[in-house]
C-alpha cells in the first residue's frame, strides 16, 4: 500500500524560510510524478508545484514563482518543497501527492499524504 507523508511544516515569521518533506513508501517513488497543493481555511485545495519522475517537467502556480522551489530524490524515496520569502498568504495545509503525470490538476493524482500545516506571522 502507497503511503505519503509530509514533514517540516510550522510557524515562520513572514519572509522566512520552511523546506517540505514528503516520505513515499510502499512504492518506488521513480515511478510517479509528484506534487504539491495546499489548502487555506474556507477555501479548495490549490496547486503549488509539480515534477516529472526524473525530476524535470517541473511547474509551478503563479503566485509561488519564484519563491518555492520543487525537488526530489528517488534514491531516499522523498520529494521536497523549499519555500523562501513566505507570505501570510502561504498560510495553509500543504498535501504532497503521487500521481502519472506533473500536472496542476487534482484529479491527476491518485496518493495524497494527511498534509502539514504552515502558518506564516505578519
Known amino acids: 500500500q502507497v503511503q505519503l507523508v509530509e514533514s517540516g511544516g510550522g510557524l515562520v515569521q513572514t519572509g522566512g524560510s520552511l523546506r517540505l518533506s514528503c516520505t513515499v513508501s510502499?512504492?518506488?517513488?521513480?515511478?510517479?510524478?509528484m506534487g504539491w497543493f495546499r489548502q487555506a481555511p474556507g477555501k479548495d485545495r490549490e496547486f503549488v508545484a509539480a515534477i516529472g519522475r526524473s525530476g524535470g517537467s517541473e511547474n509551478y502556480a503563479d503566485p509561488i514563482l519564484g519563491r518555492f522551489t520543487i525537488s526530489r530524490d528517488n534514491g531516499k524515496n522523498t520529494v521536497y518543497l523549499q519555500m523562501n520569502s513566505l507570505k501570510p498568504e502561504d498560510t495553509a495545509v500543504y498535501y504532497c501527492a503521487a500521481g502519472v503525470f506533473p500536472s496542476d490538476s487534482r484529479s491527476q493524482y491518485n496518493y495524497w499524504g494527511p498534509g502539514t500545516q504552515v502558518t506564516v506571522s505578519s
Open positions: 510502499g512504492r518506488t517513488l521513480s515511478f510517479s510524478a
